[in-house]
């Protein structure tokens, strides 16, 4: 048999189908369990640099994973649902294992770890699928997923929060609150929500990044989704240390609803372009406080509604 011959069975014989393609499965298998293989983080907190990505459906990603969302970042890891350290490769969140993709995580990440050499970035998946904003208060049921989304981001959180630095929480929710009866009060949710967090984690100035819900013409706002967006939008004006994330011109999957993969690592990116510039002004006048006035009766209604950490730790033990 010529070489020629042989290639010719290599391709169209019995090889291809019942040796070399299940071992290239075997390979990619290998490789993609070889990605998920539980790494220590930097010893120096000071060099591991932790995000929270909280909130719902864009926020944990539907967008189609392809090649280039499954090659690990060296400074990029991310926290598995068992709560171990793993280099960060889409889907990060495990919220709906069915249908979770790419979400805007990564590509924020990567951007930030490609601005800081030198440092290890830690993203802590907590977003939730389909989950209002009344979820994410102690105590808050998920039933869909049943998930209580905010005790178990916390639970995620805490554990790991001496092994490096908090750096941001990034939201991304709302469009299970734009209905007639729950737009209203979604601007107060917010902010308390944003106070909870810094309460929680003994973090009062990290900042937050809130992003803008799909804008696409083939399903127009109404005035609920409109109000929502408001709260989005006037974030920065009224609570110190946030900042907001358009999604103008990004494109959906198809359903009208999520980002397609493209749009979230374009959205990843804005979000950090928000962070970098937040950051810069912090920097530029470190001890303005000024806006923080305006929500101080936000800490105060909150009281006792927020668990002090050393509790939470004793609870989980």
């Known amino acids: 048999?010529?070489?020629?011959?042989?290639?010719?069975?290599?391709?169209?014989?019995?090889?291809?189908?019942?040796?070399?393609?299940?071992?290239?499965?075997?390979?990619?298998?290998?490789?993609?369990?070889?990605a998920q293989e539980p790494i220590q983080p930097p010893a120096d907190p000071q060099n591991f640099h932790l995000f929270v990505l909280a909130g719902q459906s864009n926020m944990a990603g539907r967008g189609k994973v392809e090649p280039q969302d499954q090659q690990p970042h060296?400074?990029?890891?991310?926290?598995?649902?068992?709560?171990?350290?793993?280099?960060?490769?889409?889907?990060l969140h495990f919220d709906k294992p069915g249908i979770v993709g790419v979400g805007l995580g990564?590509?924020?990440?990567?951007?930030?770890?490609?601005?800081?050499?030198?440092?290890?970035?830690?993203?802590?998946?907590?977003?939730?699928?389909?989950?209002?904003?009344?979820?994410?208060?102690?105590?808050?049921?998920?039933?869909?997923?049943?998930?209580?989304?905010?005790?178990d981001c916390?639970?995620?959180?805490?554990?790991?929060?001496?092994?490096?630095?908090?750096?941001?929480?990034?939201?991304?929710?709302?469009?299970?609150?734009?209905?007639?009866?729950?737009?209203?009060?979604?601007?107060?949710?917010?902010?308390?929500?944003?106070?909870?967090?810094?309460?929680?984690?003994e973090a009062p100035c990290v900042p937050f990044i809130a992003g803008q819900m799909g804008q696409f013409e083939e399903r127009p706002w109404d005035d609920s989704k409109k109000m929502v967006d408001k709260a989005h939008q006037r974030l920065p004006a009224l609570v110190a240390v946030t900042a907001f994330v358009s999604?103008?011109?990004?494109?959906?999957?198809?359903?009208?609803?999520?980002?397609?993969?493209?749009?979230?690592?374009?959205?990843?990116?804005?979000?950090?372009?928000?962070?970098?510039?937040?950051?810069?002004r912090q920097q530029q006048s470190p001890g303005s406080t000024r806006p923080l006035k305006r929500v101080g009766d936000v800490f105060q209604r909150l009281g006792r509604l927020v668990p002090r950490p050393r509790k939470l730790l004793r609870r989980q033990r």
């Not at 590509?107 to 907590?126: E, K, M, R």
């Open 1 to 34: 048999m010529t070489v020629l011959h042989f290639l010719h069975f290599l391709i169209d014989g019995f090889p291809v189908r019942h040796f070399i393609l299940p071992l290239l499965a075997v390979t990619l298998c290998s490789l993609t369990a070889a």
């Open 74 to 91: 060296p400074r990029v890891l991310a926290l598995n649902k068992a709560g171990e350290w793993v280099p960060a490769v889409d889907p």
């Open 106 to 151: 990564r590509s924020f990440a990567q951007a930030y770890a490609d601005s800081h050499p030198g440092v290890v970035v830690g993203l802590i998946p907590c977003a939730v699928g389909g989950s209002p904003i009344d979820a994410w208060q102690p105590g808050g049921f998920h039933p869909s997923t049943k998930t209580h989304p905010w005790d």
């Open 154 to 201: 916390v639970a995620r959180i805490l554990p790991v929060l001496e092994s490096g630095t908090l750096k941001g929480v990034l939201w991304h929710q709302g469009e299970s609150d734009a209905k007639p009866e729950l737009a209203a009060t979604y601007e107060t949710k917010l902010h308390e929500i944003v106070a909870r967090f810094r309460t929680t984690l």
């Open 247 to 280: 999604s103008d011109d990004l494109k959906h999957k198809g359903d009208k609803v999520h980002f397609d993969a493209a749009s979230y690592r374009e959205l990843g990116q804005r979000y950090y372009a928000a962070y970098q510039q937040l950051t810069y």
